[in-house]
């Protein structure tokens, strides 16, 4: 199984394709599955990389505290590891947040940077409805109940009645690959703690912020402060799409991001 051991830590990841590297990062509780919409897409044009966090999928997951910026250096503990100078990183939700400090701590690393359906954390984001947040911070015990309560605030109620198929699929791999309750709280502790506000316009990369509108999770309205505060980053919106845009609308997603990542001009 495909393991790169980064201080004390085995990282699990994913990879197809040749060529530029690309690191996709999930949310709070996904694994590398999150992404399986982008990486045959990317795979044509990158060497596209998907990984587990620290506490999620296959990565090691230590009950002790965890931190952004410790979760951030396993991105580049994990290129180091695979040879890898320099990589595009693309980051969702809680992997934004791993994405943007990233993108601070490791700036030689990065080429450029898709955030998406993330913010720059702290107390003057928008904060989560307070019925999704209901979800997030309170379990049932029954994952399976659990993830399609996650679910259906994560996506548009379309796509859930029209896509019944890609939730029980998210559900099986998810119940077949599950995370402590433990290492969830981990997760959720460190995602809380994040704020880079005052940093954020320090990253020198070219960016990309890409948001659903009618995002459930994290309002849309923090795209546009996130595109406020970095200078000449570039913000894509997706009408009738949630949280989870890039498998809602997967086919748009790849070809902006995969335009951005090429230096071309994002269209859609």
Same mark, same amino acid.
């Given at each position: 199984?495909?393991?790169?051991?980064?201080?004390?830590?085995?990282?699990?990841?994913?990879?197809?394709?040749? @060529?530029?590297?690309?690191? /996709?990062?999930?949310? $709070?509780?996904?694994?590398?599955?999150?992404?399986?919409?982008?990486?045959?897409? /990317? #795979?044509?044009?990158?060497?596209?990389? #998907?990984?587990?966090?620290?506490?999620?999928?296959?990565?090691?997951?230590?009950?002790?505290?965890?931190?952004?910026?410790?979760?951030?250096?396993?991105v580049?503990? =994990?290129?180091?590891?695979?040879?890898?100078? &320099?990589?595009?990183?693309?980051? !969702?939700?809680? @992997?934004?947040?791993?994405?943007?400090?990233? #993108?601070?701590?490791?700036?030689?690393? =990065?080429?450029? $940077?898709?955030?998406?359906?993330?913010?720059?954390? @702290?107390?003057?984001?928008?904060?989560?409805?307070?019925?999704?947040?209901?979800?997030?911070?309170?379990?049932?015990?029954?994952?399976?109940t659990?993830?399609?309560?996650?679910?259906?605030?994560?996506?548009?109620?379309? /796509?859930?009645?029209?896509?019944?198929?890609? =939730?029980?699929?998210?559900?099986a791999?998810?119940? !077949?690959?599950?995370?402590?309750?433990?290492?969830?709280?981990?997760? $959720?502790?460190?995602? =809380?703690?994040?704020n880079?506000?005052? &940093?954020?316009?320090?990253?020198?990369?070219?960016?990309?912020?890409?948001?659903?509108?009618?995002?459930?999770v994290?309002?849309?309205?923090?795209?546009?402060?996130?595109?406020?505060?970095?200078?000449g980053?570039?913000?894509?919106?997706?009408?009738?799409? @949630?949280?989870?845009?890039?498998?809602? &609308? #997967?086919?748009?997603?790849?070809?902006?991001?995969?335009?951005?990542?090429?230096?071309?001009?994002?269209?859609?």
């Open positions: 199984m495909p393991h790169v051991r980064v201080d004390d830590l085995q990282l699990f990841y994913v990879e197809q394709g040749r @060529g530029e590297a690309v690191v /996709f990062i999930p949310g $709070l509780g996904g694994d590398h599955h999150l992404w399986h919409h982008q990486l045959p897409a /990317f #795979a044509q044009h990158f060497r596209a990389i #998907a990984l587990d966090p620290r506490g999620a999928g296959q990565s090691d997951k230590p009950d002790l505290p965890y931190t952004i910026e410790e979760m951030a250096d396993d580049a503990g =994990l290129l180091e590891g695979l040879g890898i100078e &320099r990589a595009h990183v693309v980051g !969702a939700s809680m @992997g934004g947040f791993i994405a943007q400090m990233f #993108a601070l701590r490791h700036p030689h690393r =990065l080429g450029r $940077l898709i955030l998406c359906c993330t913010s720059f954390g @702290g107390p003057n984001v928008v904060p989560m409805p307070p019925e999704s947040l209901a979800v997030f911070t309170q379990r049932t015990g029954d994952p399976a659990d993830l399609r309560r996650l679910w259906a605030v994560s996506v548009t109620e379309r /796509f859930l009645r029209e896509h019944p198929e890609v =939730l029980e699929e998210y559900v791999w998810r119940v !077949a690959h599950p995370q402590p309750l433990y290492a969830y709280q981990r997760q $959720l502790a460190a995602a =809380l703690a994040f880079v506000e005052s &940093r954020i316009h320090e990253i020198q990369a070219p960016v990309l912020i890409a948001h659903g509108m009618e995002d459930r994290v309002p849309v309205e923090n795209a546009r402060r996130l595109h406020a505060r970095i200078p980053s570039r913000l894509v919106l997706f009408p009738e799409a @949630g949280h989870l845009f890039f498998i809602e &609308r #997967a086919e748009e997603f790849n070809r902006v991001a995969i335009a951005f990542l090429k230096g071309e001009e994002p269209s859609g």
